[in-house]
């Protein structure tokens, strides 16, 4: 989690002040930490922390089951990857229900793009270096892209969600 983030662990949404910092140095409406916040309860309402703990489990203990001694190795790398994975489909889950909650509440997501947009640039514009380097480095991101996220959010609910 970067510095500053807003975080949703076991049904706990954390929001730093850093969060708000940012929103405030951008000049953004209070609609865009309210778009965080929503997303973060879209983890909580779609149980990512628990899916994912159960996910890793039967992973790791279906390899042990079947390679035995060697499965340490081999089913922390795999467990790597398919968090990531899984993580990047629970990151756009939770986009999407935030995107329909403020849809539902007559607010705009916009600006919660905004702020994922100026997080982005305050952390270095990761996504811009990471789409510049090899293609596996896009398999280690636990996010999607961050200016694909926003163009999404700015188009609404129905754009990539189920």
Not at 38 to 52: D, L, P
Not at 129 to 139: D, I, V
Request: charged share 20%.
């Amino acid at each position: 989690m970067p510095p500053g983030s807003a975080n949703a662990l076991g049904g706990t949404i954390v929001m730093t002040d850093a969060m708000v910092q940012e929103a405030e140095r951008g000049k953004l409406p209070d609609e865009a930490l309210i778009g965080v916040l929503a997303h973060e309860i879209g983890h909580v309402m779609h149980r990512h922390t628990t899916r994912m703990i159960v996910e890793q489990g039967v992973l790791n203990i279906g390899l042990g089951l079947a390679l035995g001694d060697v499965s340490a190795l081999v089913s922390t790398g795999a467990s790597l990857l398919t968090g990531l994975a899984y993580r990047r489909g629970h990151e756009t889950e939770a986009d999407c229900f935030a995107a329909g909650l403020m849809q539902h509440a007559g607010l705009p997501a916009a600006p919660m793009a905004d702020l994922l947009l100026a997080i982005d640039a305050g952390a270095g514009g990761k996504d811009a270096a990471r789409k510049e380097g090899p293609s596996w480095m896009n398999l280690m991101s636990s996010h999607p892209d961050t200016a694909q996220r926003a163009r999404d959010l700015r188009q609404g609910p129905a754009q990539g969600c189920r």
